[in-house]
């Protein structure tokens, strides 16, 4: 079955223009001439957030750092990872110490924490992503989270020089289930975002029905709309499961 999932800039020629997608176009371009902006990214899982980030980038003429995370051992320890991804940053960029990294990527327009660092594993089969790891050691990675969320208040000055754009998510799995805790818990999910929203910007990728059946019927032309919403009626507006479910039906994705 395909990945419906867009690893990189080049993956989104069926992309709809969605209310979501112009949050995201406005929120990057607006990146050229403002420094200091830290962004989150949300959405139920199978809304497609990479989609609308890299779509964005594509139409628009950004210098953007898109580092890439590789994890070695899925049963790495939260201060592994933390030395791990910052280690990986002082390579990537050619410095010796982390507050060089914050003078290095301030050189940028933007960076993005994004598919590139959370699922790796698409690029190197046998390396791992910080998602897989996160969803994988569940409660226990919650200190890496800490972690950074320390560093970005023990640097807050050198990132008001710095724009910073995260695909975020904080999956864990339920009876076989994966679920969100930003977006998947009512109230819950609600405190998370309010308490988050103190201290980020968050913009939260959601859609229309109609704005769904626009997608699917984009990339699916051969399926009428009743069966999309009853897709939905099942799914959600989920592009990406309704995709899959799709697919699985016998319903081929139009080629490229």
Known sequence: MAEYRVQSEGDSND??????????????????????????????????????????????????????????????????????????????????????????????????????????????????????????????????????????LKHRGDLEKVNVVIQTAFMIKFRGVKYDLLTDFSIMSHIFVFFMNLFFEIIRISYSEEETVQIVQNNFPDVEEEEVRSCIDKYGCKPRFIFEALEKSGMGKKEK
């Open 15 to 152: 992309f709809v223009f969605t209310r979501s997608f112009r949050k995201i176009y406005r929120m990057f371009r607006s990146l050229k001439n403002r420094k200091g902006r830290f962004v989150l990214i949300i959405g139920t899982p199978g809304t497609g957030k990479s989609a609308n980030i890299y779509s964005a980038l594509k139409i628009l003429d950004l210098n953007v750092y898109d580092p890439t995370l590789f994890l070695d051992n899925m049963n790495m320890s939260s201060s592994e990872v933390f030395r791990e991804f910052f280690k990986t940053l002082r390579l990537d960029l050619g410095v010796k110490t982390n507050e060089e990294i914050y003078r290095k990527v301030a050189e940028y327009d933007a960076v993005l924490l994004a598919d590139k660092l959370l699922d790796s594993e698409f690029l190197d089969k046998d390396k791992f992503g910080l998602s897989l790891w996160t969803e994988n050691n569940g409660i226990k990675a919650f200190p890496f989270y800490i972690k950074v969320f320390r560093e970005y």
